[in-house]
């Protein structure tokens, strides 16, 4: 995996031990003149990106002018949901657009997924060793 960066992964219950740990991405999102710091669960089983309420807030969006709905499921259906463009800067990467499902709900990690972190990104998760690496798709398959 070329151009690879490593992350730890990150204790998310001690109570659990090893099986507590989750792969969590530390990044940067940037929506204007706004930058935030934040860590994102990477899931490879979510279908979209998941934008906090809070975090969406603090990046200056406003709910009400955010007009392409979409539906959640799972735990996150009974929650309205908004699209959302922002740039996102991983590790020393290249800004990528990312588009996130901006949710209502406020006790939800931020979360990658398939859509479109997973097409933006290769990732591979070395479980075993507790660590995950990163890298931007290849020109190759542009």
Do not use: H
């Not at 969006?61 to 735990?75: I, M, P, V």
């Not at 309205?80 to 996102?88: D, G, S």
């Amino acid at each position: 995996m070329p151009n690879a960066e490593r992350y730890p992964f990150v204790s998310g219950d001690t109570t659990l031990g090893e099986a507590g740990f989750c792969p969590y991405l530390p990044f940067s999102l940037l929506n204007q003149q706004v930058s935030v710091r934040a860590s994102a669960l990477l899931d490879t089983g979510a279908s979209v990106n998941v934008l906090p309420y809070l975090v969406g807030v603090e990046l200056g969006y406003d709910w009400e002018r955010q007009t392409a709905a979409l539906s959640l499921t799972g735990n996150l259906a009974q929650y309205e949901a908004r699209v959302v463009l922002v740039q996102a800067v991983v590790g020393q990467f290249e800004p990528v657009q990312l588009v996130f499902a901006w949710t209502q709900a406020t006790n939800v990690p931020l979360i990658l997924g398939q859509v479109n972190f997973f097409m933006e990104f290769d990732v591979c998760f070395y479980r075993s060793q507790l660590e995950f690496a990163v890298s931007p798709k290849s020109a190759a398959t542009e």
